[in-house]
């Protein structure tokens, strides 16, 4: 599958380290040419001698030893390489590429490289989550370079949380969907809407729900990697708008999100509404705070737009997809949401599931069409969702 490809990969000092020797030999498997350099902490986990018998290559772990061959080391491997893959990376490396600092053979090559760089970070939960850590990250994305998240979980060192590195089932999977360069939306014009939206009651208050967006980002960044030009509109959310994005909108209001909806809709092919939008708002928003009292307080609310049922009235030749977060009777209340809504399908979760729903980075979905048909998925990121609801998606468009 990635015969003839020439993949550099670069190992940072980390008790991951040991996860490396396997993406290596899954690379070598897919008939991968795989060339290692090492950090010198790299080296203390694990010796050279591993990564050269899995390569079959020899391993760099020095700017200034005797070189092998005659070329200019660093400069040879940067061109040589048709990917650059750093795993684990640790918050150190990240650190020197996004400062430019090159003081070692592994982060000299990577600022001699043209070719695509692909960062696997793996680091203890507070330095993962460490705001200069994050602005690290958040400069190379800017810059073009692709990061593969880290996983949750037990770390090496007791503690519970994210920062395990992405495991080599996975992070072979993106090298090789790099690779394939699935292109299979190109142009098509795709609206994606996500995360909450937020009533007024007062100045200080407001009516919310739990929706972190992570779904409707997601669907937004494998959209831009398979070629569609994506529009996100988006409630207020913690995240990172996904690189690629041709248009990005945040909004409040349920008010807020249907005006905007509406005036991007007739530009769009591809409609997918996974955004957690207030049923209700407050009748009258206060203008002051309202001050607390002995007595109770009472807060009329009138009905909000529903914006998938307005846009299924008019969706025409549209793909309209739809979402259903429920509690109980997942089934029967999503299929009221496909004909009442006129949907093409809909993605439906049960919000008691452990791993679905609000806030995680894996969900369990049900997809059920306009004829009924269930498909049942089991716990899995998602990014893989997306691709699913994608796939979905290109098989309307045929």
């Known amino acids: 599958m990635l015969s003839g490809k020439n993949i550099v990969l670069g190992v940072s000092g980390g008790i991951?380290?040991?996860k490396a020797c396997d993406i290596v030999s899954r690379l070598k498997k897919l008939n991968a040419n795989v060339k290692v350099i090492m950090t010198k902490s790299a080296t203390e986990f694990v010796t050279p001698l591993t990564f050269q018998s899995l390569s079959q290559n020899f391993v760099i772990t020095d700017m200034f030893k005797e070189p092998k061959t005659w070329d200019v080391e660093h400069i040879s491997l940067a061109q040589w390489a048709d990917l650059f893959l750093i795993a684990p990376a640790t918050a150190n490396i990240i650190g020197k590429i996004a400062n430019g600092i090159a003081d070692d053979m592994l982060s000299t090559t990577v600022m001699a490289t043209k070719a695509e760089v692909v960062i696997a970070p793996a680091m203890n939960t507070?330095?993962?989550?460490n705001k200069i850590v994050q602005d690290n990250i958040?400069?190379?994305?800017?810059?073009?370079?692709?990061?593969?998240?880290?996983e949750s979980g037990r770390l090496a060192c007791g503690d519970v949380g994210k920062g395990k590195l992405a495991s080599p089932e996975n992070i072979v999977k993106e090298i090789i969907e790099i690779f394939t360069d699935k292109k299979d939306l190109n142009e098509k014009n795709i609206l994606i809407t996500a995360g909450p939206t937020i009533e007024s009651i007062d100045p200080v208050r407001y009516i919310t729900n739990r929706s972190s967006g992570k779904m409707g980002y997601s669907i937004a960044a494998?959209?831009?990697?398979r070629g569609a030009n994506v529009t996100l509109i988006s409630g207020k959310t913690n995240l990172d708008i996904p690189v690629g994005v041709k248009k990005f909108i945040e909004v409040e209001s349920a008010d807020?999100?249907?005006n905007?909806?509406?005036?991007?809709?007739?530009?769009n092919d591809i409609i997918i509404k996974s955004a957690a939008v207030a049923d209700y708002k407050p009748k009258y928003k206060q203008s002051k705070k309202i001050k607390k009292s002995d007595e109770d307080l009472c807060i009329e609310l009138d009905r909000n737009y529903d914006i998938l049922k307005e846009i299924g009235k008019m969706k025409k030749n549209k793909v309209l997809v739809g979402f259903a977060a429920e509690t109980n009777d997942l089934i029967e209340n999503a299929k009221k949401k496909i004909k009442n809504k006129n949907l093409d399908f809909i993605v439906a979760n049960d919000l008691t599931q452990e791993g679905a729903g609000f806030g995680v980075d894996t969900n369990i979905v049900k997809i059920i069409d306009k004829n009924g048909n269930i498909e049942q998925y089991p716990k899995m990121s998602k990014s893989d969702i997306a691709n699913?609801?994608?796939?979905k998606i290109k098989l309307l468009l045929k």
């Open 256 to 258: 807020d999100m249907y």
């Open 260 to 267: 905007v909806v509406m005036e991007n809709l007739e530009n």
């Open 126 to 129: 507070n330095m993962y989550e």
């Open 138 to 150: 958040s400069k190379l994305i800017k810059f073009g370079y692709k990061f593969i998240e880290p």
């Open 388 to 391: 699913i609801i994608l796939d």
């Open 222 to 225: 494998e959209a831009v990697k």
């Open 16 to 18: 991951a380290v040991y």
